[in-house]
């Protein structure tokens, strides 16, 4: 089976960092993405990581432990446009599809 | 240049009817994906097609839902005898690349179904 857990929400003051975690359990790894969707909008790529270590792009930076089932998404200088649902998605081997989680509903306030 | 375009953005349909939901992707994408998304969840996988074929249909709910693609391009959902289950937001999602590989999905904005 697999299995995708991050925070429901968050707040945060803008300026500031926030990092929005997320955890995964699933057979056969082959990468994991995060995603970000503001309200009645589509899902737009933020990151893809397949292996250990952080990757960096701008203000935004993803993490991976392939060990711990783990990774994070690390926002800088905060943004009011940052509001929106980080969605973290797994993709798992022989498969052709994401497994998305929920989704972290991230509200910046000034 | 244009990006996965989905029509209709929105459908109010009546319980029992048959809906056609339509994903034009971006040109030159082999593999095209529908997802399906609840209010306060992430998407949901539904099926893929790797240019006509639909290479896997393993997360289509049930028989009346079903999906095409002809010609390799666009793609009709179609769902017979909706259930006020069925709605939601049906995303649409193309890759230049195929099964197993990394390659990024870009998504339409959706179709919003609301079966009353």
């Known amino acids: 089976g697999q299995n995708i857990d991050q925070p429901t929400e968050m707040t945060a003051t803008e300026g500031a960092i926030v990092q929005i975690n997320c955890t995964y359990q699933?057979?056969?790894?082959?990468?994991l993405f995060w995603y970000q969707q503001h309200a009645g909008e589509a899902p737009t790529f933020l990151s893809y990581n397949v292996l250990d270590g952080l990757e960096e792009k701008g203000r935004f930076s993803s993490f991976l432990s392939r060990s711990k089932g783990y990774s994070y998404l690390l926002l800088k200088e905060l943004q009011m446009k940052d509001s929106a649902s980080y969605l973290c998605a797994v993709l798992h081997t022989g498969a052709n599809n994401l497994f998305f989680g929920t989704g972290t509903r991230l509200t910046v306030i000034p | 240049g244009a990006g996965v375009s989905q029509t209709p953005s929105n459908k109010v349909t009546e319980k029992g009817k048959y809906v056609e939901l339509r994903c034009d992707p971006i040109?030159?994408?082999?593999?095209l994906y529908w997802y399906r998304q609840s209010l306060g969840q992430g998407p949901e996988f539904l099926i893929y097609?790797?240019?006509?074929?639909?290479?896997?249909d393993s997360g289509l709910p049930n028989d009346r839902f079903f999906a095409v693609r002809p010609e390799g391009s666009v793609s009709t959902l179609k769902i017979q005898r909706t259930e006020r289950g069925d709605s939601a937001v049906y995303l649409c999602a193309s890759s230049p690349r195929g099964a197993g590989g990394p390659g990024e999905q870009f998504f339409g904005p959706g179709t919003r179904l609301t079966v009353l």
């Open positions: 040109s030159g994408h082999t593999a």
């Open positions: 699933t057979s056969g790894f082959n990468g």
């Open positions: 097609f790797q240019g006509t074929g639909a290479a896997d």
